[in-house]
């Protein structure tokens, strides 16, 4: 079992940063992958980005790619989302997810359902 908790959201003007972070409890974090997806009003849950269990493989949504760096410090158990250059298409609550050991398969890291645990999310904010 993984509880997750996000931290790191805000208001932020249009062309600002924003770190997020997703602090994990359990002792086998080191082996699960990562993920972070979003979700504006009215709209489905969104990929954003995901980093393997190593953190040797990274992936990102087309409309964050080059803006957005997902990371993690295993020995801290935590998974990081840097954000720049922000825009407001990205204000919507942001969302930590872990999945547990399993087979990769290619498109394995981007739906909802390949992934177990999820935090409560945080909000983002980008202003005009």
């Known amino acids: 079992q993984v509880q997750l908790v996000e931290s790191g959201g805000g208001l932020v003007q249009a062309g600002g940063s924003l770190r997020l972070s997703c602090a994990a409890s359990?002792?086998?974090?080191?082996?699960?992958?990562m993920g972070w997806f979003r979700q504006a009003p009215g709209k489905e849950r969104e990929f954003v980005a995901a980093?393997?269990?190593?953190?040797?493989?990274?992936y990102y949504a087309d409309s964050v790619k080059g803006r957005f760096t997902i990371s993690r410090d295993n020995a801290k158990n935590t998974v990081y989302l840097q954000m720049n250059s922000l825009k407001p298409e990205d204000t919507a609550v942001y969302y930590c997810a872990a999945a547990p050991p399993k087979p990769v398969y290619s498109g394995s890291y981007y739906p909802v359902s390949w992934y177990d645990y999820w935090g409560q999310g945080t909000q983002v904010t980008v202003s005009s």
């Open positions: 359990g002792r086998t974090f080191s082996s699960y992958a």
């Open positions: 980093i393997s269990w190593s953190g040797g493989s990274t």
